[in-house]
């Protein structure tokens, strides 16, 4: 089991930019994949974003290629989630996951009962 460690998040007005990192401690990150999502306030934890951690292949929501990136640095053990021109309505805990079995399809990676272990999530908050 790895143990995630999410941070980089904090209070920032409208139209700026963070970049969340999610650290894998304890050993080498050996999963097949490690996801983003977040969970608003009286809402369902929403999928945001995954990455293959060999190939580095991406797989986003439409709604948020625009402005989220995805990206890991596997030397560092480490995967980070980019958002530019931060809206109010991506205030959330953001929370990382890792994935061990093999997904290919968009569903797989967007299901988020098919990860495994979770962080304990880094709060963003928008202000307008």
């Known amino acids: 089991q790895v143990q995630l460690i999410e941070s980089g998040g904090g209070l920032v007005q409208a139209g700026g930019s963070l970049r969340l990192s999610c650290a894998a401690s304890g050993h080498t990150f050996s999963g097949h994949a490690m996801g983003w999502f977040r969970q608003a306030p009286g809402k369902e934890r929403e999928f945001v974003a995954a990455?293959?951690?060999?190939?580095?292949?991406?797989h986003l929501p439409d709604s948020m290629k625009a402005r989220f990136t995805i990206s890991r640095d596997s030397t560092k053990n480490t995967g980070y989630l980019q958002i530019n021109f931060l809206e109010p309505e991506d205030t959330a805990v953001y929370y990382c996951a890792a994935k061990d079995r093999p997904s290919y399809s968009y569903a797989e990676f967007s299901d988020i009962n098919s990860y495994d272990d979770w962080g304990q999530g880094t709060q963003v908050t928008v202000s307008s």
């Open positions: 990455i293959t951690w060999i190939g580095g292949n991406t």
